[in-house]
């Protein structure tokens, strides 16, 4: 069996489309010619049907006519004819086959019509003309202008002037002579002007329209639609001087545009929420043919006035009230050629008040309205404005230069965008209401001979927008961004004050002016966030939570200032991590071993007069704290692992994501048959920081209360450790300012197997031996310290000669050097200077530089500054066992997270995509913990004189 | 000014519509009525027209008739009367106003009509009636039935059996009576037998569809239907003996079910090549309405059956061949009921043949078919099908009781699915061939009382699937995945052997079974892995890249096998990573410091007779060296988070992941606007194990060749520092086969001051000591040792009387325990006399137990085993200064890398979502890492006697 069967579109000759079976079917030859929708067979004109059931060909039964007989019309019947052939009739005489009760004729005769009826199209029976006809001439004839099929009188019609009938293209150089103005305009003036004849004005304001509204002419279609508008008798609608009756209100001439965009006058208080009566923008638009017939007053939904087609749902959302919408596409010009009808939209705003249903025009501005050569509708400011009302999507009409040409060139809304702003009264926006919306139209050209078989593809775009007249409270954000950048400012200057005694400089020098700049670019960045966060949270909340609407988000543009600041309040803080991190690369650091020579060393085998050599002190237990020291400075009190991949577990995984786009829902989940609005670079900065802090947070409470104090506390075990290793770690961050951690062995001595230490543990555990406080009885091992300008002065003395040292033999190791040695040697002897004269100034062996041991103040701990003066004795502060936190990443989480923060929004900002921002910022910190951990460890091995090899 | 007017929807009364004010205005009250369309003014039927140019209701002008006159139909003239009032004719008579000329008659008389003809609308003028009446009767009476509007013979009628007018519908519980059957079906099945009307047989057919062809009865449609097919004298349509010229084709009774889907008629050879001619299914539908008229053969494209509404671009997708498609919606109950026409259609599949155009009969297999209550086209197998031919999409007629009430029930598809099989021939499959295709509906309903008000969503669903008929390489795959496991399995037999002589086991025991079944696992992941990844891999290439279609992916369903695969061999994985960290976990460890006293020591100030103590060897360089060793265990050789960020990067950022749909499309970019298609599990697991193991590769390159090489070798460095430590490492990872470092100090002695080291290193530099080798004048400090089992167990011994000290020791850290010091002094007895059996095995000082060095064999090495028998000589085989990384983490890269592989794809195989997977895999690493640094680090500490409080 087979189961295809030809593809036959086109039955040619005389072949009927049999619908059963799909294909061409022949009729009969002789009898038959197929009927005109080329689904069926009927009889030839000399040929009456005799059986016709919509049968195929050979059910349907033709008989031939006598001679001298033609077929009916209708096919059912033979006449004899009058003339030769029955067709030869007179114009305007019928040949009359029936009867008008049915009845067949005897023969088909030729009569005269009469006089106020023409023959139908059949020629068989008569029809009354066009009242216009019978007005002028009392009959069917015209001998005066003939118009547009309509007869006129001789002076009714306006004369045409040389631009009448022209359409100027912005596509073409010169203006073109319209077939269609031709055809219809005269017609359309006429009968507008003589009869009110309503298809007719609508014609004529339709003909003005594609005119673009043209003001600078009496003889086109705007003068002449201008002309019957402005005449004196005519009475208006309402009040409104623009609108005629009987006319269509094409532009608002009575009033300044910028009246009429802050008219308050629409009375309906816009809803976000979904189930609200009012959240939905209830456009109407009235719609009429070219020709100016009425197609009804309809809802904009359903993508009335949208080139772009998409599901209706997601087409409906463009009128969703707060929601910003954009859609784009692409759209073949042969389309435009061939499948859009041009019609023609008058737009109103459905409101109820009280019981009343009321539509409220809205404006239209024609980006292309030009007048007198100036495009007056797109000026910055508002008041010279030309409004209009009336629009189109495509004009494939006005282009045509005959009838049945295409046009040479069509226009079409190549952008579209309804601006809603919402009303305010005295810089208070009054809630969920508005001004009247306006739609800016910007019309484009194609050009039949470039575009249409080429079949060029062209964008249209289609918007709403929302906008609030008040500044986005950009002004309150400048405000307090004005007001806390001076708080900060003056913290600045307090911070480097305090800074300047920390580095004992007496007078404030350049080098003090460059830790203001940058305390206070880290004070900027901190109040430039605090102010963005504050304010984008602001909008997250209220526009995400409004019932009624008073907020909405500012658009791209002008989201430039919040650009701006935030990668100003970026800039700032980079900088401001660089000099923590130069800082903290910088500063001194030593570590003193308290443990002392056993003594002489002799082997059993000397004789007793040997004295031996002294027992050398292992360096390993210097190797031990140093090694970890170095580890400490890798170490972040967060984790940027799971700050990143929580982050994109909430906003990818969860969705929250879904949070950030321009309209007022607020679910975390969006089906995808939902309209997606544009991402809000606002809320994904409001979103994505409320989160990351609160992430942030969550770890600080986790690694302060939970880790720290359960799991394992690395500031603690190192401390531990330098107790056990009898060594203390002296850190000078400052010139006299620093931290000191007390790590001198109770037991006196810590060199030693591993016999020894396990006892010594043990002693520890058990409480037999004294406390590893610096104070007898005291457990404080860690102390901020603030020391005298003579410690500084006496401990440069002591690394002069070293100067470079390390850094020389670091350079030169491998090569055989002169210098090496002696340099090494110095160096060496340094490190064991420097060992005693610690040691000895923490003993108060020093006469001059001694130092005493005190609980800071609590106005000194919360400003974070010294009231003393160290200028004979140093201070050991009592801090909290953290202090020296500082001196390392892991005292300073605050301004590495607000840093990666600000990363990672200034990477979405620029690439909307919170992936990537992730990833970057990831990176980012890695990066910054790695040169951080270089810096810090080329500066450790020399200033600790430890050899890089074992900071492992 | 006012902008506003009132909305005004309907005009009441005698008021029209004014379509420029868009306002209700009254007509003339005394000479007007509103006109039909409501948008003017006419005159009333008692008053003639004196002027109307379509203006408003003040311009049109009316006179009223002199008495005993009225207007004509027309409106234009008056004209007298006959009767009273003009209106009273007889049934079958017309007023006749004018002549057939257009001459106003003087009066208007009642005029019968010709016997052919009846009056028409208006009542002023005669028609022919339908030839049904002349062909009866002769003129246009009907004494004999008349039905649907048409007139037949006394006989010529099927009188209605009981069930000639019912429809059973699943929703209802008893077949419903359906007005629309009353109406048409007896008209139609007379039509259609007697005339062979097309539309009439059309209809008739369509009556039987929405029967879902019921086959049971003699007396419905289908019974009716099946009559006249079966009539004798019939012709066919080709020799297709299921469609008769005239009729629809309804159901495939001549051939089987699965003879028609396996035809291999249809030649054209399908490309995926976007601009290929044959790109795309050319399916295209002749649509008839519901009393059958034809709509006309078109193309399926822009949605024509499909019920969810898209845009056409995405619409259209779904006929891209090649590309499973699927869309799903919800559709209104109420929109079903009154926006739906239902109109039937017949599917063809268009190709091309030589120069000719051919139509293929796409089947239809109706899922809701009954034939004696069962659904045989439910059935598993397609022996049994019913396919037929004619379908529609919405039916809101056939449950319709009366004319102008909606239907009791609707139907609606809401399933439909395309079904494309690809052709093969003996198993091979021929290029881009198919069958035909096949199209799957399923119908519901819906209730009127239930569902109407309330609205009811509805989801429907429309999609085309591709299917071949092999097995999708399942086959291939199964015999690979068994012939690889058996190598796999062998080889696990070879390693647990291996194992057994390392372990120094004689027998095979237990363990050694154990030890095979952990291999076994660890085998058996990587081939599976190996396999799935091939076998995706070649179908995401040659399902991408093909140019004719000869491969199509597999479905949701037929994912079952590859989805329990991958899951096995994650399983194993995950088995087989645990079984490391244990292994590892459990390692011996040994620091040997071959340091020794400097002597003894005096002081200065004692007599020389006191000897003084034996100076102690400080225990500090091993603390620092099992520290580091604690970090070399946390150590890897790749970042996961380089691994996992790069993964996200190129497929969420770059966009790889959009080659996981299911479509032959391979651009990383999709345009928005185009149809994305559901991602494809297989698709997924090879992209993204493909870039994984890219990816790894990188890392594998780049710490290899760069980042060791000139940055950080973490395990250079480690032995490094034993050797200027003095301390060796002696790692047993086995009963009898480890690891050695060879850390002795060249100089001697290590435990020395600041002075002295820097010393030492220098003499290293300068070349002026010996080499650190273990052999003299070697530079080979690292080894894998193969150990005779006496060693072992005079180890053992050593290590027995501390056996769970150290446990106990930590588990009594802080209390006071009689037993405690005991314990204490046993593990340091015991470290001492391990420290000194090892010194004195490796300086080769113990009798009976001697070692020599070697290199191993090639194959020894590629086989990783021994072939020499330890029997009484141990062996240190030279290996490549990296062999101890086995014992860690570092050295076993490739078993964590696969296990992250398949954790990542096991959790996008669950959650479809790659950003969650990285992350998931991250965490799942990490956690690996930090079970194995806890487990490593409590392991140290108990083997080497080194405190916890020192691994930091």
């Known amino acids: 069996v087979t189961y295809s069967i030809p593809f036959q579109a086109d039955c040619v000759g005389n072949q009927y489309f049999d619908l059963a079976g799909l294909l061409c079917r022949d009729c009969d030859s002789v009898s038959q010619v197929k009927s005109v929708d080329g689904l069926s067979c009927q009889c030839r004109p000399s040929y009456k049907t005799t059986r016709n059931f919509g049968g195929p060909s050979t059910t349907v039964e033709c008989e031939a006519c006598a001679a001298g007989q033609v077929g009916t019309v209708d096919g059912w019947n033979c006449i004899d004819c009058e003339t030769a052939d029955c067709l030869n009739c007179n114009a305007g005489d019928i040949g009359e086959e029936y009867s008008i009760a049915g009845v067949l004729q005897g023969t088909k005769t030729c009569t005269t019509c009469d006089a106020a009826t023409l023959p139908d199209s059949a020629g068989i029976q008569c029809e009354r003309c066009h009242e216009s006809f019978l007005a002028v001439n009392n009959d069917c004839t015209c001998n005066t202008p003939l118009v547009g099929g309509l007869c006129f009188g001789v002076n009714e019609i306006q004369a045409p002037a040389q631009d009448t009938f022209q359409v100027s293209y912005e596509a073409l150089d010169a203006p073109l002579s319209s077939w269609y103005y031709m055809e219809y305009l005269q ?55 623009d609108w005629v009756v009987y006319m269509p209100w094409l532009k608002y001439v009575a009033d300044p545009a910028d009246e009429i965009l802050t008219e308050i006058n629409i009375p309906t208080k816009f809803s976000a929420e ?18 100016g017939q009425y197609r009804g007053l309809g809802s904009v939904r359903g993508g009335v006035i949208q080139l772009c087609n998409d599901t209706e749902k997601k087409m409906n959302a463009a009128y969703t009230f707060a929601t910003s919408y954009s859609s784009s596409c692409q759209l073949k010009a042969q389309d435009l050629w061939n499948n859009y009808e041009t019609t023609f939209f008058d737009m109103y705003l459905q409101y109820t008040e009280g019981s009343s249903t009321v539509l409220y025009a809205v404006p239209v501005l024609l980006d292309n309205y030009q007048d007198d050569g100036t495009f007056e509708n797109r000026q910055e400011t508002n008041t010279n404005w030309q409004l209009t009302r009336r629009f189109f999507l495509v004009d494939n009409v006005s282009g045509k230069t005959a009838s049945n040409t295409p046009a040479t060139v069509i226009r079409y809304a190549s952008s579209i965008e309804l601006l809603v702003t919402l009303q305010d009264e005295a810089g208070q926006t009054r809630e969920g209401k508005i001004y009247p919306p306006l739609l800016k139209i910007q019309y484009s050209e194609l050009v039949y001979e470039n575009d249409y078989d080429s079949n060029t593809e062209v964008t249209v775009n289609f918007r709403v927008t929302y906008e609030m007249s008040r500044d986005y409270g950009e002004n309150a954000l400048s405000t307090a961004l004005g007001i806390l950048s001076g708080v900060g400012v003056v913290w600045a200057l307090v911070r480097s004050n305090a800074w300047r005694r920390r580095a004992g400089l007496i007078y404030i020098d350049i080098k003090t002016m460059f830790k203001f700049f940058f305390f206070g670019l880290g ?45 100003f309040a970026f800039f700032c803080k980079s900088l401001d991590v660089l000099h923590l991190i130069v800082y903290q690369c910088l500063s001194d650091v030593f570590l003193i071993d308290w443990e002392r020579s056993r003594g002489r060393v002799v082997q059993s085998s000397d004789p007793g007069s040997n004295k031996g050599s002294v027992a050398p002190v292992s360096i390993w237990r210097t190797y031990f704290v140093a090694n970890e020291w170095n580890e400490l400075q890798e170490m972040r009190r967060s984790s940027i692992f799971f700050q990143m991949s929580a982050m994109l577990f909430f906003l990818e995984v969860i969705g929250l994501k879904n949070l950030t786009t321009m309209d007022p829902r607020s679910d975390v989940y969006v089906d995808p048959s939902d309209y997606t609005g544009d991402p809000s670079r606002v809320l994904r900065f409001a979103v994505a920081s409320g989160i ?19 799991i394992a506390d690395s500031m603690r075990n190192f401390v531990d450790l330098c107790s056990m290793a009898n060594i203390s770690v002296f850190v000078l961050i400052d010139n006299t300012f620093g931290y000191y951690i007390h790590g001198r062995s109770v037991h006196g001595f810590a060199d030693t197997d591993m016999k020894e230490m396990r006892d010594q543990l043990k002693r520890e555990e058990d409480n037999l031996c004294g406390q590893r406080g610096l104070l ?16 500084r002065e006496q401990y440069n003395t002591i690394l002069q000669p070293l100067d470079g040292v390390a850094a020389r033999i670091d350079g030169t190791r491998g090569r055989p050097d002169a210098g090496r040695n002696q340099e090494a040697e110095k160096s060496i002897q340094a490190y064991q200077t420097m060992n005693r004269f610690l040691a000895a ?33 140093g201070f050991f502060f009592n801090d909290g066992g953290h202090a020296f936190d500082n001196a390392l990443f892991h005292g300073n989480e605050s301004t590495l997270q607000l840093f990666e923060l600000l990363l990672f929004c200034i990477v979405d900002l620029m690439f909307t995509n919170f992936v990537l921002a992730a990833i970057i910022t990831y990176i980012g910190s890695a990066f910054l913990l790695k040169v951080r951990a270089a810096g810090g460890r080329a500066n450790l091995a020399k200033k600790t004189l430890v050899d890089e090899r074992f900071l492992i």
Chains 1, 2 share one sequence.
């Not at 509204?213 to 402005?230: K, Q, T, V």
């Not at 979904?274 to 020709?291: G, H, N, R």
């Open 187 to 241: 017609a359309a003036e006429a009968m507008c002007r003589l009869y009110q004849n309503l298809t007719a004005c609508q014609m004529l304001g339709n003909l003005c329209v594609l005119l673009h509204y043209n003001p600078n002419s009496l003889n086109d279609a705007c003068g002449y639609f201008e002309a019957i508008r402005g005449a004196s008798a005519t009475p208006l609608i309402g009040d409104n001087p």
């Open 274 to 291: 979904p189930t609200s009566e009012d959240s939905t923008l209830k456009l109407f638009v009235a719609q009429y043919s070219a020709t």
């Open 523 to 567: 004070m900027l960045a901190d109040v430039f966030f605090v102010c963005l966060f504050g304010t984008t949270l602001y909008w997250l909340f209220f526009f995400k939570r409004q019932d009624l609407v008073y907020l909405v988000l500012p658009h791209k543009a002008q989201e430039v200032s919040f650009i701006w600041y935030l990668s």
């Open 692 to 710: 990351y802090l609160l992430l942030s947070l969550l770890q600080w409470i986790f690694f302060a209360f939970i880790y720290e104090r359960f």
């Open 776 to 791: 007898p009885n005291s457990e404080q091992q860690t102390f901020e310290i603030l020391l005298p300008m003579k410690f």
């Open 841 to 873: 100034f923490l003993d108060h062996g020093i006469r001059d530089i001694d130092y005493v041991v005190k609980d800071k103040l609590l106005l000194e701990q919360i400003l974070d500054m010294e009231f003393y003066d160290p200028a004979d004795k």
